[in-house]
């Protein structure tokens, strides 16, 4: 997915079994996640993708570990 | 294999081997020591137990909580009954899935997002506890500043009247007194409950169940936009919480939103006089704030450890561990851990790792599934008292010895006198 001239994109995923809500990848990432005000859960808005720098530090950032690299999408 | 077991260099369970604070130079032992460290079988803790020392290890424990339970044995380090786990449990005291349902009927309410919304509430509290001190010149910091903070804003979180604040912060005291040597009598507050049913064996803990239920059939009558009321709302499968899972939920909050928020703050005096170039360096480049918050929290640790309990084999820096062992993860060492952090005595405003990363503080845990649910709250908090001290320029003078609080769980300090200017 990486173009010639743009950084390298991939897509995010959030493990709904792990993520216990606490909104690190919403700061991060404002349009890419999103903490449900109801269910308290993180979910990705859209395409979910980012620039592959930036997911992998919004990865680190997530203390559950909730989230990773949608498979097949990179 | 027979097992390694270096000694702990003081005694873990004394509270007055953390009188003074923090000892570093004992966890700098037990780093350096070949594997985890041991502490013997005693009457007061029950079995003996293994101290994790090592950022990388605290790490390591808190990401597993498969191997490395919060429900099958106590999350203190001495043993309780297996009914009286039962009758504690709240959502610290619990592994997923069930702790994942509990924790995400208030996630939402203590994300970066939505804290941002009791951004002028905690101002006004800031300013009113600073007002009260600078009226005097001098005083005890943490009775006037760090404690009324916290509790006021986890309060207002809960839904608890402004008259009941102080009611909240004396049960709270008596909690972590509780935890040290100087319990109070059984039926204090009317108590009737087993003590050993009751968090930190506390009639307070009874007490605060009673407000709690109290509380929450006023809620149930006419809902607010409360957590309290969100909580007698809520569903898990389409089950209600039953009362005491609503009351365990509230002495929960109630306490880790006071208790811990209030360490950190009852520090900074402590800190700003030891580092005195951080003030000017804030005061230079707010944007520094988030980060000074950060270390305010490592360097005081307020939560000195958390336990786990082994529910299979694991071998961690080489200790071979066993179904049952306790491990004590002390995030007071961890913390200063040099593996972990350049500098570990310093006081810095450069350290860029999020917290509880691979190279983060764990002063808020060190990641997995019971990463601080208020630890977007409590770094606001310390935000707005910094920015506060710079808008005002509150010069802080004498700064007494502080007297702490008599236990091995938090970093707490009772009293610290500080005389302030402008």
Known sequence: MSGADGPELVAVEVDSDVCIGVGQCELLEPAVFRVDDDDGMGVVIGSGQLAAERAAAVIEACPSGAIRIRAGDT | ?422
């Open chain 2, 1 to 422: 294999m027979t097992r390694s077991r270096p000694p702990a260099p003081v005694d873990l369970n004394d509270a007055g081997v953390f009188g003074d604070g923090i000892p570093h130079d004992a966890f700098a032992v037990m780093r350096a020591a070949d594997g985890l460290s041991w502490t013997e079988a005693d009457d007061r803790v029950g079995a003996g137990f293994w101290s994790v020392t090592r950022h990388r290890d605290v790490l390591t424990v808190s990401r597993d909580p498969d191997t490395y339970s919060s429900a099958v044995g106590h999350i203190q380090i001495y043993d309780i009954d297996p009914d009286a786990l039962d009758a504690r449990a709240s959502m610290i005291d619990l592994d997923p899935p069930v702790h994942t349902r509990l924790r995400r009927l208030v996630s939402a309410a203590f994300t970066p997002r939505r804290v941002q919304g009791y951004r002028a509430g905690i101002r006004r509290r800031v300013r009113r506890a600073l007002d009260e001190l600078e009226r005097n010149g001098s005083g005890d910091w943490v009775s006037t500043v760090a404690a009324p903070i916290p509790i006021g804003v986890i309060c207002d979180l809960m839904g608890v009247p402004e008259d009941d604040h102080g009611y909240l912060i004396e049960l709270s005291d008596h909690l972590v007194a509780g935890t040290a040597n100087e319990p109070l009598e059984p039926t204090a507050y009317g108590n009737t409950t087993d003590l050993r049913l009751l968090p930190f064996n506390s009639p307070a803990a009874h007490a605060m169940a009673s407000y709690a239920l109290d509380l929450a059939d006023r809620r149930r009558l006419e809902p607010t936009d409360d957590l309290v009321s969100a909580l007698t709302a809520a569903e898990i499968d389409g089950e209600r919480l039953t009362d005491d899972e609503v009351a365990n939920f509230f002495r929960l909050m109630i306490f880790a939103g006071n208790e811990t928020t209030r360490s950190a703050m009852a520090h900074l005096p402590l800190q700003l006089q030891q580092f005195p170039e951080v003030l000017a360096a804030l005061m230079t480049d707010r944007s520094l704030l988030g980060a000074a918050a950060e270390e305010v929290v490592r360097y005081s640790s307020p939560i000195l450890y958390f336990r786990r309990t082994l529910t299979r084999s694991a071998t961690l820096s080489g200790t071979e561990l066993e179904p049952g062992d306790k491990v004590v993860m002390w995030y007071a060492s961890a913390n200063f851990d040099p593996a972990a952090l350049d500098e570990p005595l310093a006081f810095r405003l450069d350290r860029s790792a999020p917290a509880g990363s691979g190279a983060g503080h764990v002063g808020f845990g060190g990641g997995g599934v019971h990463h601080c649910l208020g630890a977007s709250l409590a770094r606001l908090e310390l935000v707005e008292l910094l920015d506060e001290v710079l808008t005002r320029g509150t010069r802080f003078g004498e700064v007494g010895r502080p007297r702490y609080v008599e236990s091995n769980f938090v970093n707490g300090i009772e009293r610290l006198d500080v005389a302030v200017g402008r």
